[in-house]
């Protein structure tokens, strides 16, 4: 008796995952041509800065997108998991270019400050401001679609909005001491590109730290275990569970579980146990793609 995969929720959560993607791109370059032109007509490099980090989050956004339509193939001979992987591999080009515009927005922002700058134009802080509020939003939409559809790609896409609501922030600390105190603090707009560059660098770590950790199979699904040994125990027969072991393949779970059963059963009623134990599983936690069973007696 086995379960089949539930392809129409992997394929909504996949459309999901896709949409917001798109939305990303679209947003990235509306929010990269308002903050480069405003940098240049309002004379402040932080926002140009700014803009260039949104750039490159154009191109992220794409790598995105199509990172989320080759995970979401179904399984064939040569890829029996799937194609899930592709996500924290995505996730790696998509943190390569956040640090290489990071450094290129600290290297310019460093010859900056060793020559004479414009003041920033105060029509400038209203622009950022605007800018601040919109990238909040975004952050807080895709973490939140990051968790419906499980995607680590997601999670990177808010991340990168969160990033370039900081660098935005940065710059309107940064417009706004130059503005307020005169020319004699005009390199402050370019002190904040250079913080900008910092928090864009650090915020490159917080992406890449749980991609690698998927890409390594490490043990990071503390909740989804307790989850899992909670619903195993409804199923009558199944006595506890020891062993949990659990791998992400993009959207979905792959699942090594040892569960108890009674030591008197017959080998028969172990195995209809194990069946029964993983379409429970499968039917409650929607997210497992499959789940490999191994009975332990009791008092073994």
């Known amino acids: ?30 929010l990269a041509t308002i903050k480069i032109l405003t940098g240049w007509l309002g004379n402040s490099f932080a926002m140009i800065a700014d803009g260039i980090e949104s750039l490159a989050d154009v191109f992220s956004s794409a790598i995105t997108w199509l990172g989320l339509r080759y995970a979401n193939k179904p399984p064939d001979h040569n890829h029996p998991y799937g194609h899930g992987r592709v996500e924290p591999l995505i996730t790696f080009l998509s943190v390569g270019f956040l640090i290489g515009s990071a450094i290129f927005i600290a290297i310019q922002a460093i010859s900056n ?10 029509f400038v802080l209203i622009v950022l401001a605007i800018i601040i509020t919109t990238k909040e939003v975004f952050y807080r939409l895709f973490r939140r679609k990051s968790k419906e559809t499980y995607s680590s790609l997601l999670a990177a896409e808010a991340w990168h909005h969160r990033s370039d609501a900081l660098t935005s922030l940065a710059a309107f600390i940064g417009v706004g001491i130059a503005v307020l105190f005169g020319p004699r603090y005009a390199s402050a707009d370019s ?34 275990i307790s989850r899992i040994r909670e619903v195993a125990i409804e199923v009558p027969g199944i006595l506890g569970t020891e062993k949990c072991l659990i791998r992400k393949m993009g959207m979905q779970y792959h699942v090594d579980l040892h569960a108890i059963v009674s030591s008197d059963i017959t080998v028969k009623k172990g195995h209809e146990h194990a069946h029964e134990l993983k ?22």
């Open 113 to 122: 400050i060793q020559s004479p700058q414009k003041t920033p134009k105060p």
């Open 1 to 30: 008796m086995l379960i089949s995969i539930d392809y129409p929720l992997i394929e909504k959560r996949a459309r999901t995952a896709i949409r917001a993607a798109q939305t990303s791109i679209a947003g990235n370059i509306v």
């Open 191 to 224: 002190w904040a590109a250079l913080v900008a560059a910092g928090i864009i660098i650090y915020n490159s770590y917080l992406i890449f730290r749980p991609a690698l950790g998927e890409i390594m199979d490490e043990n990071i699904y503390h909740d989804l």
């Open 279 to 300: 379409d429970h599983l499968m039917k409650k936690i929607p997210e497992i793609a499959e789940v490999h069973i191994h009975i332990e007696p009791d008092e073994y």
